[in-house]
């Protein structure tokens, strides 16, 4: 008697284990998705921040990217492969034109087409006030690419889907 309820015991206490493994644990795709949350954190501002906090969030932008990122879009001189540097310090550029500004991602579709790829698409808006207070808003259908190095998530490929032209 004594040795069955040690055995339910240990049986009960491995299947808590398991399920907290694999059901608690995130999964690749949700290690996808957090890259982008932590980006859009990243590269939004609040009218009251200061430049250690704008260097800080600079550097964790560039750890979300590989050694180089490629960039397409329509507009010729904006696209090439860039390196995590170049892409933070064009980003502090960027936003040092900003009072406020606002990055979200929505609509991802996460897809693996091999191991240790991943594929997003996804709607891409970005708002803002300029420091003259002129509005901003733009909406982009944006593909990219992540490979898993390290154990990190991190982008590679980024190119903007002409949805629509005039």
Known sequence: MVKLKHILIALIAV????????????SEEKKVRKQFDLLSEYVSKDSNEN???MANKMQ????LFGDSCEL????????GTYTREEI?????RARARFSKVSLGFHDL???FPENGVAKVTLTARLTGQTRAGEQMRETRELECLLEKK????????????EVLRK
């Open 72 to 79: 397409k879009i329509a507009v010729e001189l904006l696209s």
């Open 51 to 53: 430049a250690i906090a």
């Open 88 to 92: 933070a310090s064009y980003a502090a």
């Open 60 to 63: 964790k932008l560039g750890s």
């Open 109 to 111: 579709e996460v897809t």
């Open 150 to 161: 390290e154990k990190k998530w991190r982008l590679n490929r980024i190119e903007v889907i």
């Open 15 to 26: 299947g808590l284990c398991l399920f907290a493994v694999l059901y608690l644990s995130p």
